[in-house]
């Protein structure tokens, strides 16, 4: 559920935030956050390698556990917690032998659920086993690559990859961009949607929300000067001049294929996303 404000200025008249509701009102885990360097975007010389990065609110960094290696160890989801540097929700679990880790929590998961992860793990929400068990159809998140790698497909709001057929040591795995990719069956996936899926439809509403997220302005081609990008110059608002859309530094994007030919995973892709 998407929260509105009443409109008493203009920029919260577009202002909404997901639905926060539901998360656990506890301090978080200590020993389970660490503070990252803040880059704002430039490599070890001091320069800008990414554009658009800098500032933004302190947080702290919640170190979620993707591998989930504690098979056959059950555990209890004790919080559903908001994570600073994702968009999905997190849960903190208890395992058995006492040790707490946080994972990507699925939609619907609840405070005081049982969950585990192991080869022989029931087939139900939050519990993670291997893909050649999951049957055909259903929804899956956080999956491995590469068997004992840690998950890393489906780990965003509301992402959830659909298992199409198992065949010859390998499942096929639709994504959410149309793709179809092939990966073995040994490889861990967890089960469900992955939570806060109304995330999209969230509405910054103001450009200094931008900021908060470390978000800084982007400058359009268009207004720069001709030295500085290939759609520069020009008295008042100019076409773009070029037959080909480019990029600052006059790559040819739009319709432009940019995935390596030689790619080791391209022998893994069944069909290409739209």
Not at 147 to 156: C, D, I, K, N
Not at 188 to 201: K, R, T, Y
Request: with cysteine; net charge positive; hydrophobic share 30%.
């Amino acid at each position: 559920m998407i929260k509105k404000y009443k409109p008493y200025t203009q920029s919260r008249r577009h202002f909404t935030v997901a639905d926060y509701s539901a998360l656990s009102n506890v301090p978080r885990e200590k020993a389970l956050v660490k503070r990252l360097k803040e880059n704002a975007g430039r490599n070890n010389q001091g320069r800008i390698s990414m554009r658009h990065q800098g500032g933004g609110n302190k947080a702290l960094y919640r170190k979620v556990d993707f591998l989930q290696n504690k098979k056959n160890v059950p555990g209890i989801v004790e919080t559903i917690e908001y994570d600073p540097y994702r968009t999905a929700f997190i849960a903190k679990v208890v395992y058995a032998d006492g040790e707490r880790r946080y994972i990507l929590a699925p939609h619907g998961l609840k405070a005081g659920v049982k969950i585990v992860t192991g080869d022989e793990a029931p087939l139900e929400l939050g519990n993670r086993t291997v893909l050649k068990r999951i049957p055909v159809g259903a929804f899956v998140h956080n999956i491995e690559i590469k068997a004992g790698q840690g998950g890393q497909l489906g780990r965003s709001a509301g992402a959830s990859i659909q298992v199409l057929a198992h065949e010859a040591g390998y499942s096929d795995l639709k994504m959410p961009s149309g793709e179809v990719r092939r990966v073995s069956w040994n490889c861990s996936a967890s089960i469900g949607q992955v939570s806060n899926p109304e995330h999209n439809l969230v509405s910054l509403g103001k450009a200094g929300r931008s900021r908060w997220l470390g978000i800084r302005p982007t400058v359009r081609g268009s207004v720069m000067n001709p030295r500085d990008h290939p759609y520069g110059g020009g008295e008042g608002r100019q076409p773009r001049g070029t037959r080909k859309p480019k990029t600052k530094w006059g790559k040819i994007t739009g319709g432009h294929r940019t995935r390596s030919k030689k790619k080791w995973s391209n022998k893994f892709i069944i069909k290409r996303r739209k």
